[in-house]
Protein backbone atom coordinates (compact mmCIF):
# COMPACT_ATOMS: atom_id res chain seq x y z
CA UNK A 1 0.00 0.00 0.00
CA UNK A 2 1.29 3.40 -0.65
CA UNK A 3 2.11 5.57 2.00
CA UNK A 4 -0.24 8.46 0.36
CA UNK A 5 -3.22 5.75 1.11
CA UNK A 6 -1.96 4.76 4.21
CA UNK A 7 -2.47 7.81 5.16
CA UNK A 8 -5.42 9.05 3.97
CA UNK A 9 -7.23 5.36 5.48
CA UNK A 10 -6.02 6.61 8.48
CA UNK A 11 -7.45 9.89 8.41
CA UNK A 12 -10.66 8.96 7.47
CA UNK A 13 -10.95 6.45 9.84
CA UNK A 14 -9.67 8.82 12.81
CA UNK A 15 -12.21 11.30 11.66
CA UNK A 16 -15.23 8.89 11.77
CA UNK A 17 -14.87 7.69 14.61
CA UNK A 18 -13.79 10.97 16.23
CA UNK A 19 -17.52 11.95 14.92
CA UNK A 20 -19.51 9.19 16.10
CA UNK A 21 -17.66 9.85 19.77
CA UNK A 22 -18.18 13.85 19.35
CA UNK A 23 -21.04 14.44 17.02
CA UNK A 24 -20.74 17.08 14.69
CA UNK A 25 -21.30 20.07 16.76
CA UNK A 26 -17.09 21.74 17.57
CA UNK A 27 -18.40 22.87 20.78
CA UNK A 28 -18.23 19.43 21.53
CA UNK A 29 -14.60 19.63 21.61
CA UNK A 30 -14.71 22.16 24.33
CA UNK A 31 -16.59 20.54 26.77
CA UNK A 32 -14.18 17.07 26.88
CA UNK A 33 -11.25 18.02 28.69
CA UNK A 34 -7.79 18.18 26.74
CA UNK A 35 -6.43 14.71 28.42
CA UNK A 36 -9.41 12.58 27.44
CA UNK A 37 -9.48 14.23 23.48
CA UNK A 38 -5.88 13.37 23.47
CA UNK A 39 -6.26 9.73 24.73
CA UNK A 40 -9.13 9.56 22.61
CA UNK A 41 -7.61 10.94 19.12
CA UNK A 42 -4.34 8.38 20.05
CA UNK A 43 -5.93 5.15 20.67
CA UNK A 44 -8.26 5.52 17.76
CA UNK A 45 -5.21 6.68 15.64
CA UNK A 46 -3.06 3.03 16.57
CA UNK A 47 -6.73 1.13 16.41
CA UNK A 48 -6.84 2.43 12.92
CA UNK A 49 -2.81 1.85 12.08
CA UNK A 50 -3.09 -2.06 13.59
CA UNK A 51 -6.26 -2.50 10.99
CA UNK A 52 -4.49 -1.42 8.07
CA UNK A 53 -1.39 -3.27 9.28
CA UNK A 54 -3.27 -6.10 10.12
CA UNK A 55 -5.11 -6.00 6.53
CA UNK A 56 -1.99 -6.91 5.22
CA UNK A 57 -1.09 -9.59 7.48
CA UNK A 58 -3.29 -12.67 6.53
CA UNK A 59 -1.60 -14.75 9.33
CA UNK A 60 -2.07 -12.70 11.78
CA UNK A 61 -4.25 -10.91 14.22
CA UNK A 62 -5.14 -8.98 17.01
CA UNK A 63 -4.40 -9.29 20.22
CA UNK A 64 -5.63 -7.17 22.53
CA UNK A 65 -3.91 -4.49 24.18
CA UNK A 66 -1.57 -3.23 27.02
CA UNK A 67 -1.43 0.16 29.33
CA UNK A 68 1.39 3.06 28.18
CA UNK A 69 1.87 6.44 30.31
CA UNK A 70 3.07 8.97 28.00
CA UNK A 71 4.30 12.89 29.24
CA UNK A 72 2.65 15.80 27.88
CA UNK A 73 3.81 18.78 29.21
CA UNK A 74 1.82 19.30 32.82
CA UNK A 75 -0.36 15.60 32.60
CA UNK A 76 0.33 12.64 31.71
CA UNK A 77 -1.74 10.90 29.20
CA UNK A 78 -3.15 6.87 29.60
CA UNK A 79 -2.89 4.96 26.79
CA UNK A 80 -4.26 1.41 25.81
CA UNK A 81 -1.67 0.54 22.97
CA UNK A 82 -2.95 -2.56 20.60
CA UNK A 83 -1.35 -5.51 20.13
CA UNK A 84 -1.08 -8.01 17.43
CA UNK A 85 -0.54 -11.88 17.44
CA UNK A 86 2.90 -11.92 16.46
CA UNK A 87 4.07 -9.01 18.22
CA UNK A 88 5.46 -7.19 15.05
CA UNK A 89 2.96 -4.26 15.41
CA UNK A 90 4.16 -1.20 16.20
CA UNK A 91 1.85 2.24 16.27
CA UNK A 92 3.89 4.69 14.64
CA UNK A 93 1.41 7.17 16.68
CA UNK A 94 3.55 7.26 19.47
CA UNK A 95 6.50 9.20 20.15
CA UNK A 96 10.55 8.37 19.27
CA UNK A 97 11.28 7.71 22.71
CA UNK A 98 8.57 4.41 22.42
CA UNK A 99 10.01 3.55 18.62
CA UNK A 100 13.72 2.50 20.01
CA UNK A 101 12.31 -0.75 21.21
CA UNK A 102 11.98 -1.56 17.69
CA UNK A 103 15.98 -1.16 17.59
CA UNK A 104 16.39 -2.56 21.18
CA UNK A 105 13.79 -4.91 21.65
CA UNK A 106 16.59 -8.11 21.62
CA UNK A 107 18.14 -6.20 24.51
CA UNK A 108 15.42 -5.78 26.14
CA UNK A 109 14.09 -9.73 26.65
CA UNK A 110 18.09 -10.52 27.00
CA UNK A 111 17.84 -7.87 29.67
CA UNK A 112 14.67 -9.65 31.27
CA UNK A 113 16.42 -13.09 31.22
CA UNK A 114 19.91 -12.60 31.85
CA UNK A 115 18.60 -10.48 35.01
CA UNK A 116 16.28 -13.55 35.87
CA UNK A 117 13.32 -11.39 35.65
CA UNK A 118 14.59 -8.87 38.77
CA UNK A 119 12.18 -5.81 38.42
CA UNK A 120 15.29 -3.19 39.62
CA UNK A 121 17.26 -4.48 37.08
CA UNK A 122 15.06 -4.41 34.34
CA UNK A 123 14.58 -0.95 35.47
CA UNK A 124 17.74 -0.14 35.61
CA UNK A 125 18.51 -1.53 31.65
CA UNK A 126 15.29 0.18 30.51
CA UNK A 127 16.22 3.35 31.86
CA UNK A 128 19.22 2.80 30.35
CA UNK A 129 17.71 2.61 26.76
CA UNK A 130 15.69 5.70 27.77
CA UNK A 131 12.46 3.67 27.87
CA UNK A 132 10.21 4.23 30.86
CA UNK A 133 7.76 0.91 30.93
CA UNK A 134 5.07 -0.22 33.54
CA UNK A 135 5.21 -2.82 35.49
CA UNK A 136 2.04 -4.22 33.66
CA UNK A 137 3.69 -3.79 30.59
CA UNK A 138 6.79 -5.55 31.64
CA UNK A 139 4.64 -8.45 32.67
CA UNK A 140 2.96 -8.06 29.40
CA UNK A 141 6.35 -8.91 27.94
CA UNK A 142 7.20 -11.73 30.16
CA UNK A 143 4.07 -13.56 29.17
CA UNK A 144 4.55 -13.04 25.44
CA UNK A 145 8.15 -14.81 25.90
CA UNK A 146 6.19 -17.71 27.65
CA UNK A 147 3.83 -18.02 24.99
CA UNK A 148 6.59 -17.46 22.06
CA UNK A 149 8.30 -20.55 24.32
CA UNK A 150 5.46 -22.67 23.99
CA UNK A 151 5.20 -22.13 20.25
CA UNK A 152 8.87 -22.87 19.79
CA UNK A 153 8.62 -25.88 21.61
CA UNK A 154 5.45 -26.95 19.56
CA UNK A 155 6.51 -25.62 16.20
CA UNK A 156 6.43 -28.76 13.23
CA UNK A 157 9.77 -29.31 11.99
CA UNK A 158 10.81 -30.02 8.61
CA UNK A 159 10.79 -33.68 7.61
CA UNK A 160 14.75 -34.13 6.04
CA UNK A 161 17.26 -33.24 8.34
CA UNK A 162 20.50 -33.55 6.55
CA UNK A 163 22.77 -32.87 9.84
CA UNK A 164 21.48 -33.34 13.67
CA UNK A 165 23.69 -32.28 16.08
CA UNK A 166 23.13 -33.19 20.10
CA UNK A 167 24.82 -32.08 23.06
CA UNK A 168 24.42 -31.40 26.66
CA UNK A 169 24.91 -27.79 28.65
CA UNK A 170 24.79 -28.71 32.44
CA UNK A 171 24.07 -26.09 35.38
CA UNK A 172 21.86 -25.82 38.71
CA UNK A 173 18.50 -24.73 38.28
CA UNK A 174 16.11 -23.87 41.11
CA UNK A 175 12.83 -26.14 41.17
CA UNK A 176 10.71 -26.46 43.84
CA UNK A 177 12.57 -24.10 46.43
CA UNK A 178 15.68 -25.92 45.81
CA UNK A 179 18.81 -25.40 43.95
CA UNK A 180 19.31 -28.82 41.54
CA UNK A 181 21.96 -30.00 38.93
CA UNK A 182 20.31 -30.67 35.70
CA UNK A 183 20.80 -30.83 32.02
CA UNK A 184 19.66 -28.95 29.13
CA UNK A 185 20.01 -31.39 25.91
CA UNK A 186 20.10 -28.85 22.75
CA UNK A 187 19.19 -30.45 19.42
CA UNK A 188 20.84 -28.47 16.48
CA UNK A 189 19.32 -29.16 13.24
CA UNK A 190 21.02 -28.30 9.59
CA UNK A 191 18.45 -28.92 6.54
CA UNK A 192 19.28 -30.34 3.20
CA UNK A 193 19.49 -26.84 1.44
CA UNK A 194 22.41 -25.57 4.40
CA UNK A 195 19.86 -24.05 7.16
CA UNK A 196 20.78 -24.02 10.27
CA UNK A 197 18.31 -23.93 13.78
CA UNK A 198 17.43 -25.38 16.79
CA UNK A 199 14.88 -27.60 16.66
CA UNK A 200 14.04 -28.63 20.73
CA UNK A 201 16.04 -28.75 24.03
CA UNK A 202 14.79 -30.63 26.61
CA UNK A 203 15.15 -30.01 30.18
CA UNK A 204 15.76 -33.46 32.70
CA UNK A 205 17.13 -33.21 36.30
CA UNK A 206 18.05 -36.82 36.65
CA UNK A 207 21.48 -38.37 34.61
CA UNK A 208 21.28 -38.77 31.23
CA UNK A 209 19.09 -42.65 30.39
CA UNK A 210 17.38 -44.39 27.60
CA UNK A 211 14.02 -43.04 28.30
CA UNK A 212 15.01 -39.27 28.25
CA UNK A 213 16.39 -40.03 24.50
CA UNK A 214 13.01 -41.90 24.17
CA UNK A 215 11.31 -38.81 25.14
CA UNK A 216 13.58 -36.16 22.55
CA UNK A 217 13.55 -38.47 19.61
CA UNK A 218 9.72 -39.18 20.34
CA UNK A 219 9.55 -35.16 20.19
CA UNK A 220 11.34 -34.50 17.21
CA UNK A 221 9.69 -36.97 15.06
CA UNK A 222 5.92 -36.21 16.37
CA UNK A 223 6.57 -32.62 15.10
CA UNK A 224 7.99 -33.77 11.91
CA UNK A 225 11.41 -34.76 11.38
CA UNK A 226 11.58 -38.36 9.69
CA UNK A 227 14.59 -38.76 8.21
CA UNK A 228 18.32 -37.62 9.17
CA UNK A 229 21.22 -38.11 7.64
CA UNK A 230 23.84 -38.47 10.16
CA UNK A 231 23.50 -37.68 14.57
CA UNK A 232 26.27 -36.21 15.77
CA UNK A 233 26.76 -36.51 19.49
CA UNK A 234 29.06 -37.59 22.75
CA UNK A 235 28.46 -40.97 23.84
CA UNK A 236 25.68 -40.59 26.28
CA UNK A 237 23.90 -43.71 27.67
CA UNK A 238 20.97 -45.05 25.91
CA UNK A 239 21.75 -42.49 22.94
CA UNK A 240 22.70 -45.07 20.09
CA UNK A 241 19.66 -47.61 21.22
CA UNK A 242 17.35 -44.62 21.09
CA UNK A 243 18.88 -43.71 17.35
CA UNK A 244 18.89 -47.13 16.50
CA UNK A 245 14.53 -46.86 17.64
CA UNK A 246 13.75 -43.86 15.63
CA UNK A 247 16.45 -43.42 13.25
CA UNK A 248 17.49 -46.92 11.96
CA UNK A 249 18.98 -45.77 9.17
CA UNK A 250 20.71 -42.84 9.93
CA UNK A 251 24.68 -42.58 10.35
CA UNK A 252 25.70 -41.77 14.11
CA UNK A 253 28.97 -39.79 14.30
CA UNK A 254 30.63 -39.51 18.28
CA UNK A 255 32.17 -36.62 18.58
CA UNK A 256 36.05 -36.88 17.61
CA UNK A 257 37.26 -33.41 19.41
CA UNK A 258 35.29 -35.91 22.76
CA UNK A 259 37.43 -38.45 22.05
CA UNK A 260 40.76 -36.76 21.80
CA UNK A 261 39.70 -35.48 25.50
CA UNK A 262 39.21 -38.40 26.26
CA UNK A 263 42.14 -39.70 25.63
CA UNK A 264 44.04 -36.77 26.99
CA UNK A 265 42.38 -38.18 30.53
CA UNK A 266 43.10 -41.83 30.18
CA UNK A 267 46.70 -41.97 29.38
CA UNK A 268 49.62 -40.60 30.50
CA UNK A 269 51.02 -36.97 28.92
CA UNK A 270 53.53 -38.91 26.67
CA UNK A 271 50.83 -41.60 25.17
CA UNK A 272 48.40 -39.26 25.00
CA UNK A 273 50.29 -36.69 22.97
CA UNK A 274 51.42 -40.04 20.78
CA UNK A 275 47.81 -41.05 20.29
CA UNK A 276 46.40 -37.94 19.51
CA UNK A 277 49.13 -36.92 16.98
CA UNK A 278 47.79 -40.16 15.31
CA UNK A 279 44.27 -39.20 15.51
CA UNK A 280 44.60 -36.59 13.56
CA UNK A 281 46.45 -37.83 11.02
CA UNK A 282 43.75 -40.23 10.58
CA UNK A 283 41.26 -37.66 10.79
CA UNK A 284 42.61 -35.65 7.82
CA UNK A 285 45.08 -38.18 5.88
CA UNK A 286 42.74 -41.29 5.79
CA UNK A 287 41.13 -42.43 2.13
CA UNK A 288 38.23 -43.30 3.27
CA UNK A 289 36.34 -45.13 5.88
CA UNK A 290 37.79 -48.51 5.46
CA UNK A 291 41.02 -46.65 5.74
CA UNK A 292 40.26 -44.74 8.61
CA UNK A 293 39.47 -47.80 10.70
CA UNK A 294 42.09 -49.85 9.90
CA UNK A 295 44.60 -47.14 10.72
CA UNK A 296 42.95 -46.97 13.73
CA UNK A 297 42.51 -50.38 14.49
CA UNK A 298 46.36 -50.74 14.38
CA UNK A 299 46.52 -48.00 17.11
CA UNK A 300 44.48 -49.00 19.69
CA UNK A 301 46.73 -52.21 19.26
CA UNK A 302 49.22 -50.83 19.74
CA UNK A 303 48.27 -49.51 23.63
CA UNK A 304 45.69 -52.37 24.32
CA UNK A 305 47.76 -53.90 26.74
CA UNK A 306 48.32 -50.55 28.74
CA UNK A 307 45.09 -48.75 28.65
CA UNK A 308 42.72 -52.26 28.53
CA UNK A 309 39.25 -51.11 29.58
CA UNK A 310 39.84 -47.54 27.69
CA UNK A 311 40.88 -49.33 24.39
CA UNK A 312 37.97 -51.68 24.30
CA UNK A 313 35.64 -49.23 25.15
CA UNK A 314 36.61 -47.17 22.20
CA UNK A 315 37.48 -50.01 19.80
CA UNK A 316 33.59 -50.78 20.63
CA UNK A 317 32.75 -47.25 19.03
CA UNK A 318 35.65 -47.15 16.05
CA UNK A 319 32.53 -47.06 13.27
CA UNK A 320 30.77 -44.08 15.26
CA UNK A 321 34.02 -42.23 15.82
CA UNK A 322 34.93 -42.63 12.15
CA UNK A 323 31.46 -42.39 10.63
CA UNK A 324 32.52 -38.74 9.30
CA UNK A 325 34.54 -40.34 6.92
CA UNK A 326 31.91 -41.68 4.98
CA UNK A 327 31.58 -38.21 3.70
CA UNK A 328 32.94 -35.58 1.05
CA UNK A 329 36.27 -34.08 2.30
CA UNK A 330 34.92 -30.87 2.40
CA UNK A 331 31.45 -31.48 4.96
CA UNK A 332 33.89 -33.75 7.04
CA UNK A 333 34.95 -30.66 9.44
CA UNK A 334 31.23 -29.95 10.02
CA UNK A 335 30.25 -33.45 11.10
CA UNK A 336 32.83 -34.83 13.04
CA UNK A 337 32.37 -32.91 16.13
CA UNK A 338 29.44 -31.72 18.19
CA UNK A 339 31.41 -27.59 18.45
CA UNK A 340 28.30 -26.09 16.60
CA UNK A 341 25.88 -27.12 19.93
CA UNK A 342 28.85 -26.22 22.48
CA UNK A 343 29.38 -22.51 20.87
CA UNK A 344 25.90 -22.08 21.78
CA UNK A 345 26.42 -23.55 25.24
CA UNK A 346 29.29 -20.99 25.92
CA UNK A 347 26.14 -18.25 25.16
CA UNK A 348 24.24 -19.80 27.85
CA UNK A 349 27.30 -20.36 30.28
CA UNK A 350 27.56 -16.13 30.08
CA UNK A 351 23.78 -16.06 31.39
CA UNK A 352 24.24 -18.40 33.80
CA UNK A 353 27.26 -16.27 35.27
CA UNK A 354 24.93 -12.82 35.20
CA UNK A 355 22.91 -14.48 37.21
CA UNK A 356 24.87 -15.66 39.89
CA UNK A 357 25.44 -19.34 39.19
CA UNK A 358 22.47 -21.07 38.48
CA UNK A 359 18.69 -20.58 36.83
CA UNK A 360 16.10 -19.52 38.87
CA UNK A 361 13.90 -21.64 36.43
CA UNK A 362 13.57 -24.03 33.89
CA UNK A 363 11.83 -21.72 32.02
CA UNK A 364 14.49 -19.05 32.67
CA UNK A 365 16.98 -21.27 31.16
CA UNK A 366 14.62 -22.25 28.12
CA UNK A 367 13.83 -18.82 27.36
CA UNK A 368 17.30 -18.21 27.35
CA UNK A 369 18.12 -20.43 24.42
CA UNK A 370 15.02 -19.31 22.60
CA UNK A 371 16.38 -15.74 22.76
CA UNK A 372 20.11 -16.76 21.81
CA UNK A 373 18.86 -18.92 18.65
CA UNK A 374 16.80 -15.26 17.40
CA UNK A 375 20.23 -13.50 17.37
CA UNK A 376 22.21 -16.43 16.02
CA UNK A 377 19.27 -16.88 13.13
CA UNK A 378 19.59 -13.07 12.43
CA UNK A 379 22.73 -12.68 12.00
CA UNK A 380 25.31 -16.31 11.61
CA UNK A 381 22.49 -18.22 11.18
CA UNK A 382 20.77 -15.88 8.25
CA UNK A 383 22.29 -17.68 5.85
CA UNK A 384 23.05 -21.49 4.55
CA UNK A 385 25.98 -23.51 5.61
CA UNK A 386 28.50 -22.68 2.49
CA UNK A 387 29.78 -25.95 2.80
CA UNK A 388 26.85 -27.64 2.69
CA UNK A 389 25.18 -25.64 0.20
CA UNK A 390 28.32 -26.16 -1.95
CA UNK A 391 27.79 -29.87 -1.66
CA UNK A 392 24.29 -30.20 -1.79
CA UNK A 393 24.05 -32.35 -5.20
CA UNK A 394 26.49 -34.85 -2.80
CA UNK A 395 24.44 -34.27 -0.26
CA UNK A 396 21.42 -35.00 -2.02
CA UNK A 397 23.23 -38.59 -3.96
CA UNK A 398 23.78 -39.33 0.05
CA UNK A 399 20.54 -39.10 1.22
CA UNK A 400 18.59 -40.11 -1.95
CA UNK A 401 20.63 -43.87 -1.72
CA UNK A 402 19.85 -43.79 2.18
CA UNK A 403 16.44 -43.01 1.69
CA UNK A 404 15.19 -43.85 -1.88
CA UNK A 405 12.34 -46.03 -0.83
CA UNK A 406 10.98 -42.41 0.60
CA UNK A 407 12.77 -39.73 -1.58
CA UNK A 408 10.87 -40.54 -5.02
CA UNK A 409 10.18 -36.83 -5.78
CA UNK A 410 13.90 -35.53 -4.87
Known amino acids: MKEEERIGKLKASLESLIEDYLGKDINNYQ??????????????????????????????????????????????????????????????????????????????????????????KIES????????????????IKQDLIERLNDFKTRELPSDIAILYIDAYHCEIREKGKVRKS??????????????????????????????????????????????????????????????????????????????????????????????????????????????????GALCERFKSIYPSFIKRIQANKERYLCFLKYPENLRKHIYTTNPVESINSMIEKARINLGGYFQSAEILEINILVQRDILKNNKWSKPVPALKGSSYEVLQIFNRRFCYETQNY
Not at 130 to 136: A, I
Not at 202 to 225: C, I, P, Q, S
Request: with cysteine; hydrophobic share 35%; glycine share 6%.
Open 125 to 140: TLNSLGLDYSKQHMEI
Open 31 to 120: KLGVKEFIELVMETLMKSERKIFLSEEEDNKANGYYGRTLNAGSFKIDLNVPRDRKGKFRPKALPEPYRRVNEDYVNLLMSLVANGYSES
Open 183 to 296: AVYIALGIDLQGNKDILGFYTFFNNENRADWLKVFNDLTERGVKRVMIIVSDDFPGIANAIEKFFPDTDHQLCFIHLQRNVTAQMSKQDAQFFKKELKNIKNNSLDFEDGLEKF
